[in-house]
């Protein structure tokens, strides 16, 4: 088995690829800066101003575990729903029932109301296929886009991802869109009275069987993260301080949009930030996600090819189509066992480049390595800010998305470097979330209805 040497092997790549390396120096300014958006998020003066908004998710109270009852939820994802039953039985027993929905492009491309009609409908059915119709369960909502939350049953639409055209619920309140379409039913009764985001929503699921879990983490198509914050700090709440804590949903993507990730972003990042549909934004998101790195990856093979520095001889059609490097074939040429090349070949195969020499093969895995490892430092780095930040003396980490669960070494990397970026009395685990964000939104709408009052659906045992 050969063991190749980058920098001597295959020097051109080397080259190229030092533009995804990170110092530690850089990757520690990059913890203090991303440590001091979330200040300047947090204060009512300097909020406007950060590029990490920091916004309060109104959700102040932690589960205890003792939870009981029966709850409503509803995933809303880019490209499908999920509603769901959820019953807590026992400290460690979830019952969970669920229907996937997938929302047609006609209704995605409606108008807003269309699109919460459709959702309405479908919960209907749902609820009166469990015969929970009459009961009037809490539900809450997992949302995957962008919200202004102003209070715990508000939120307002920011922004769609790519395939919505709903423009007409932006700047509406979802949950109110949702309780008007859900009002036309009048033979079921659901109490929708929560609303929080995927990263929120990990971090209440899985703090229910795990109590220490302070950090909800989102490493997939998207980045983000939410975490436990003392009321005092958060300037731009005027509600109640009684209770002393409060997630904060950071929507830390667009870190770097006021320059901090200036000096580490290199000609391919710029390019694809230049080409995307929102220039010069989310520029923290563009150097982790999936979606990016692989068109990261395919780009700078197209420009080696244009080198000939690898694939020398092949034909480029395939690989000049933007977009179709895509993050599971990164995962599978990094899923080899060391000296061995079959997983590469096939996601060459894939671009009509056949029986590829193994120094070529190699090559790209080397690329693939760089690009992955770079991902992962950058979360390294906001992670550690935000431990270092609430200074426990541990803390779990409530992580999901695919690039984790799924990349064979992206998990190593990222405790690695977070843990040199921590503060010595501070430690912290990261534990994949197997409950999905709508267990959390059932939770969240359980722990309202028991802040006001003591339900048949809901109690502590």
């Given at each position: 088995?050969r ?13 190229l ?57 509803l ?6 729903c ?8 026992s ?33 209907a ?24 939350k102003?209070?715990?049953?508000v ?25 008007t379409?859900?009002?036309k ?6 109490n ?16 229910w ?18 975490y ?22 950071t ?64 034909n ?11 993050m ?24 009509r ?7 070529d ?45 799924l ?11 977070a ?43």
């Amino acid at each position: 088995m050969r063991v190749y040497d980058p920098e001597r092997d295959f020097p051109e790549v080397y080259k190229l690829c030092k533009q995804f390396y990170i110092s530690d120096d850089k990757l520690l300014a990059l913890r203090d800066g991303m440590s001091k958006e979330i200040v300047a998020g947090l204060g009512r003066d300097t909020n406007a101003r950060s590029s990490v908004a920091c916004l309060l998710s109104y959700v102040q109270n932690m589960p205890t575990g003792r939870e009981r009852g029966r709850f409503l939820a509803l995933e809303m994802w880019p490209t499908n729903c999920r509603i769901m039953l959820v019953k807590f039985s026992s400290e460690k027993d979830i019952y969970m029932s669920s229907k996937c929905v997938v929302v047609p492009h006609t209704v995605a491309g409606a108008r807003g109301t269309e699109l919460f009609d459709f959702l309405a409908d479908n919960i209907a059915i749902f609820v009166k296929e469990k015969k929970v119709e009459k009961d009037n369960l809490p539900m809450g909502i997992a949302f995957a886009f962008r919200l202004n939350k102003l209070s715990l049953d508000v939120g307002l639409l920011m922004a769609w991802t790519k395939g919505y055209g709903a423009k007409g619920a932006i700047g509406k309140d979802v949950v109110l869109l949702l309780r008007t379409a859900l009002a036309k039913h009048s033979e079921i009764s659901v109490n929708l009275n929560a609303i929080i985001n995927q990263a929120a929503g990990s971090l209440m699921a899985l703090a229910w069987s795990l109590p220490e879990t302070k950090v909800g983490l989102i490493i997939g198509t998207v980045t983000n993260c939410a975490y436990v914050e003392q009321v005092s700090e958060c300037e731009l709440f005027d509600g109640d301080n009684e209770s002393p804590l409060m997630i904060i949903n950071t929507e830390w993507g667009a870190f770097g949009n006021n320059g901090h990730m200036d000096n580490i972003r290199g000609e391919f990042d710029k390019i694809i930030d230049a080409e995307s549909n929102n220039p010069g934004m989310r520029s923290y998101e563009k150097c982790i996600c999936t979606l990016y790195l692989g068109e990261l990856v395919r780009r700078v093979i197209v420009r080696l090819m244009q080198e000939g520095a690898i694939f020398k001889g092949y034909n480029m059609e395939y690989m000049m189509i933007q977009w179709k490097m895509e993050m599971k074939s990164l995962i599978a040429i990094e899923s080899d066992p060391p000296g061995v090349y079959v997983k590469a070949q096939e996601v060459m195969d894939k671009f009509r480049m056949r029986n590829c020499a193994e120094r070529d093969l190699a090559a790209l895995r080397y690329i693939c390595e760089t690009v992955s490892a770079r991902s992962a430092r950058l979360v390294s780095a906001g992670l550690a800010a935000i431990v270092n930040r609430m200074n426990y003396s541990h803390v779990v980490v409530a992580v999901d998305g695919g690039i984790y669960r799924l990349h064979p070494t992206y998990h190593k990397t990222l405790n690695k470097f977070a843990l040199d970026l921590i503060y010595p009395d501070n430690s912290f685990e990261i534990v994949v979330a197997e409950d999905s964000p709508g267990v959390g939104a059932a939770i969240v709408a359980g722990l309202a209805v028991s802040l006001s009052e003591v339900t048949r659906t809901f109690s502590i045992s």
